[in-house]
Antibody, heavy 119, light 110 residues
Framework: EVQVVESGGGLVQPGGSLRLSCAASGFTFSSHAMSWVRQAPGKGLEWVSAISGTGYSIYYADSVKGRFTISRDNSKNTLYLQMNNLRADDTGVYSC????????????WGQGTLVTVSS | QTVLTQEPSFSVSPGGTVTLTCGLSSGSVSTNYYPSWYQQIPGQAPRTLIYNTNTRSSGVPDRFSGSILGNKAALTITGAQADDESDYYC??????????FGGGTKLTVL
């Protein structure tokens, strides 16, 4: 059974940092691109960042470029999101999503981890 | 900046048919954007319904179907059921690794 489970969320002050993790199981992790998708309270889904299966290709939404860093450790079947210089509008539930084999959509989602940026 | 536009809310009667749409601010939707659709019950993880315009994800009942209608992507639910009451999001692949989501449609079944 395919599973992705996020962790690492919490309360952080504006300007602070946080590192999220996503543990994957039930599939060949290195064969799939992965993304982080977030959802602000009461709002819709927002794609944040994507990384290819090898980790060689990386992409970011303009809203997080220069502040967030996506990475993966295929030996540990784990995806990461390093978030620096956090702002109040970064608050939300952060979910990892597995890309379909052709990259163009998402086929499995985690439940997410809540990040709250507040003083 | 490209935006996907969805109806904020929609209502359908049990057993009825509803079509939700997803428009592209920069022009017409085509299969080249690989439109996909996701269902999300508030507080739960999204569930993939449709990918590559009209391919149902594993386990999704055939009363959910995807298409291109005019210049928009469309999700049609035929024979709506009470547990279809949910938020529905479209997404498209914009190239260069970038994906975007629509603002979502809140579907009420009553």
């Amino acid at each position: 059974e395919v599973q992705v489970v996020e962790s690492g969320g919490g309360l952080v002050q504006p300007g602070g940092s946080l590192r999220l993790s996503c543990a994957a199981s039930g599939f060949t992790f290195s064969s799939h691109a992965m993304s982080w998708v977030r959802q602000a309270p009461g709002k819709g889904l927002e794609w944040v960042s994507a990384i290819s299966g090898t980790g060689y290709s990386i992409y970011y939404a303009d809203s997080v470029k220069g502040r967030f860093t996506i990475s993966r450790d295929n030996s540990k079947n784990t995806l990461y999101l390093q978030m620096n210089n956090l702002r109040a509008d970064d608050t939300g539930v952060y979910s990892c999503a597995r890309h379909s084999s052709d990259w163009y959509s998402f086929d499995y989602w985690g439940q997410g981890t809540l990040v709250t940026v507040s003083s | 900046q490209t935006v996907l536009t969805q109806e904020p809310s929609f209502s359908v009667s049990p057993g009825g048919t509803v079509t939700l749409t997803c428009g592209l601010s920069s022009g017409s939707v085509s299969t080249n954007y690989y439109p996909s659709w996701y269902q999300q019950i508030p507080g739960q993880a999204p569930r993939t319904l449709i990918y590559n315009t009209n391919t149902r994800s594993s386990g999704v009942p055939d009363r959910f179907s995807g298409s291109i209608l005019g210049n928009k992507a469309a999700l049609t639910i035929t024979g709506a059921q009470a547990d279809d009451e949910s938020d529905y999001y479209c997404a498209m692949y914009m190239g260069s690794g970038i994906s975007i989501f629509g603002g979502g449609t809140k579907l009420t079944v009553l």
